[in-house]
């Protein structure tokens, strides 16, 4: 295995690193990821090598119907068994939405607009719940706002990075890392209300209008010393405007 190591004290792994923690230390002496995954026990699939997925089969259908994931030995795979593991239940609704959708249209060229928001959030997804007025500011791309003088509130929010492709970059961080974020209720605490609550909200109905905004991980506040300058703001090509 020659991915790089996975700093856990980061605020983003913070999800998954109650699983992610012991099982890379077991990955890396060489068990395979399937392996490794299964051994905790913790999701509501099991984890097959990627050889396992026949084919022609979507890789969707194949998770519904086998209630197994195919599961290659990298950083992208890994973190997708850990979000199984943390938000067990959102991972099995966006399966099962996916599952419809190929059940009623096949797997076609493009992606429709349901399958397309899925993909979207299972990959590079987030949860928020903060205070309006900080939604108010991220909505608008009001980013010397949201980071200035609403910096304060951050510390009433909570973010989850649930998209396992945001992770894996977050392994090497950059400061384009932007996640999709959906915001989830200002009552929510815990990752296992998170994924109550993201569970029962998720629908193809509301997924359609792809109802996110783009926040770049690396200026939330607390999770990169870089941003403690306010100049780390002024970078138009990451902290872009609204369009118009």
């Given amino acids: 295995m020659v991915e790089p190591a ?4 980061r605020p983003w792994n913070a999800s998954t690193r109650r699983w992610g923690e012991p099982a890379e230390a077991v990955w890396r002496a060489g068990a395979s990821a399937a392996d490794v995954l299964n051994a905790l026990g913790a999701a509501p699939v099991r984890f097959v090598p ?22 290659r030995d990298n950083l992208h795979d890994f973190f997708n068994g850990l979000i199984w593991c943390a938000f067990s239940r959102a991972k099995q609704r966006l399966n099962e939405l996916q599952h419809a959708e190929i059940a009623r249209d096949g797997v076609r060229a493009t992606r ?3 399958r397309d928001a899925v993909t979207v959030f299972d990959e590079n997804g987030a949860l928020l719940a903060a205070p309006e007025a900080l939604w108010a500011a991220l909505r608008a791309r009001r980013w010397a706002v949201l980071f200035g003088p609403l910096r304060p509130l951050w510390a ?6 649930f998209g396992h492709a945001a992770l894996e970059k977050l392994v090497s961080p950059y400061k384009s890392i ?9 009552a929510i605490e815990t990752i296992e209300e998170a994924d109550a609550w993201l569970a029962s909200w998720l629908s193809a109905e509301r997924l359609v209008p792809k109802p996110f905004a783009p926040l770049p991980l690396l200026g939330v506040p607390g999770w990169w010393a870089a941003n403690e300058d306010a100049a780390f703001y002024d970078d138009a090509t990451v902290f872009r405007p609204l369009r118009t």
Avoid: K, N, S
């Fill in 178 to 186: 932007t996640a999709h974020v959906m915001q989830a209720p200002t």
């Fill in 6 to 9: 996975i700093d856990w004290a």
């Fill in 50 to 71: 990627q050889h396992a997925l026949p084919e022609g089969v979507a890789y969707e259908q194949f998770i519904f119907a086998q209630r197994a994931v195919p599961t």
């Fill in 156 to 161: 009433e929010a909570r973010l989850w990075v």
């Fill in 112 to 114: 429709g607009p349901v």
